[in-house]
């Protein structure tokens, strides 16, 4: 009786594990077949091509109200020295700083020598652009203390911490250095030079012995001029950069005109050497680069000073600007487009598009 029973218990186990297991394959194949009449097809939706935007003029986006007039003349600033007594050539730190603030209040921007020298007006529209240069390399205008670090009181110490705390205010000085060491020390000239390089700053001749110009002939103007554009690319690490203006010391020219010519080019040793601004020691503002009467060649700067000055002097012309806003250049942030008002001067040959408006438009906007 028992193996009886025990032969029904394993039949009974045997049925029910097939049955589970076809009721697995009957789900799995339910499944299967639920999928399969499920399937989903995607349908690829095409976008319509849309139109291309028409592209903007970019006349479009200089602000008229800001009365943009690159016609209108801008400062070269001549600086020598930074000490601690105020003198004809020397600036305090802080009367020097109180330069920069005052030109940052009034809208002025530092542009190099070089682009305003070709034209390459890159000013923030609205503002005005502004050269700063020093003669003579000093070593009050770059100074280490004893850590290495840069005095805060030279002249570069004063314009990186400016720079800092105005970041608009381009880091954009040129230092013109004569021989026959620039900045002081000779052990730290090469370093000095290139870190002025480095920052973004320029390094730019003043001969190699300071000469007067003015009864020089052909060959002495050469060789102080590229006796030292030489001297100094020899220093400098940069391997494309050029040493390619020029501060005339004491504002010196020869009497022979046929003689020009040699500050603008010529050669020494067999290297040449090309200028593509010439720096005069005149007291008053430059024209626009884009004014028929700019050159160049004989760009007259402003004393940086308050002393001795004859009214011409850096304060004095921006209070004449302060009362004359009209005359002076205002940027309208495209350097490809010479936005003037109607009627405003004459043009040089520039190959860049012209841009006049009329001022009572401004005033609408």
């Known amino acids: 009786m028992r193996k009886k029973v025990g032969i029904i218990i394993v039949l009974l186990a045997l049925v029910l594990v097939a049955g589970c297991k076809s009721q697995a394959v009957?789900?799995?194949?339910?499944?299967?077949?639920?999928?399969?009449?499920?399937?989903?097809?995607?349908?690829?939706?095409?976008?319509?091509?849309?139109?291309?935007?028409?592209?903007?003029?970019?006349?479009?986006?200089?602000?008229?109200?800001?009365k943009p007039n690159e016609l209108g003349k801008v400062m070269v600033l001549m600086y020598h020295n930074i000490g601690d007594e105020e003198q004809d050539w020397v600036r305090t730190?802080?009367?020097?700083?109180?330069?920069?603030?005052?030109l940052?209040?009034?809208?002025?921007?530092?542009?190099?020598?070089?682009d305003f020298a070709t034209g390459n007006i890159t000013t923030e529209q609205g503002y005005t652009p502004i050269i700063i240069t020093f003669d003579d390399a000093r070593e009050n205008n770059i100074r280490y203390m004893d850590d290495g670090s840069i005095d805060p009181e030279c002249a570069v110490g004063i314009l990186l911490s400016f720079h800092e705390t105005h970041p608009d205010f381009p880091l954009e000085v040129t230092f013109f250095a004569d021989g026959p060491s620039a900045f002081g020390s000779s052990d730290?000239?090469?370093?000095?030079?290139?870190?002025?390089?480095?920052?973004?700053?320029?390094i730019g001749n003043h001969t190699s012995n300071h000469p007067n110009f003015k009864d020089a002939d052909a060959a002495k103007i050469q060789k102080e001029i590229g006796q030292q554009a030489q001297n100094l690319e020899d220093m400098i690490e940069a391997e494309t950069y050029k040493v390619n203006t020029i501060a005339l010391p004491f504002g010196s020219r020869p009497r022979a005109d046929e003689l020009e010519i040699y500050l603008h080019e010529g050669s020494y040793e067999g290297v040449t050497y090309e200028n593509l601004a010439i720096l005069n020691v005149?007291?008053?503002?430059?024209?626009?680069?884009?004014?028929?009467?700019?050159?160049?060649?004989?760009?007259?700067?402003v004393r940086a000073s308050e002393m001795n000055v004859d009214n011409v002097g850096m304060y004095s012309y921006l209070e004449y600007f302060v009362n004359h806003p009209e005359a002076k250049f205002i940027s309208d942030g495209n350097a490809q487009i010479i936005t003037v008002p109607a009627g405003d001067g004459d043009l040089g040959?520039?190959?860049k598009e012209i841009y006049f408006y009329e001022m009572e438009d401004a005033s609408e906007e």
């Open 104 to 114: 940052y209040e009034q809208g002025y921007r530092p542009l190099s020598l070089t």
């Open 26 to 66: 009957a789900i799995e194949d339910a499944d299967l077949t639920e999928a399969s009449e499920q399937e989903v097809v995607v349908e690829r939706v095409i976008p319509e091509e849309l139109p291309e935007p028409e592209p903007i003029d970019p006349k479009e986006l200089i602000d008229l109200s800001l």
């Open 188 to 202: 730290e000239e090469v370093a000095k030079i290139n870190f002025i390089i480095e920052q973004g700053m320029d």
């Open 282 to 301: 005149g007291s008053n503002p430059a024209y626009s680069p884009y004014d028929e009467r700019f050159n160049a060649l004989s760009l007259p700067r």
């Open 349 to 351: 040959n520039m190959e």
């Open 93 to 102: 730190p802080d009367n020097f700083k109180r330069d920069l603030n005052t």
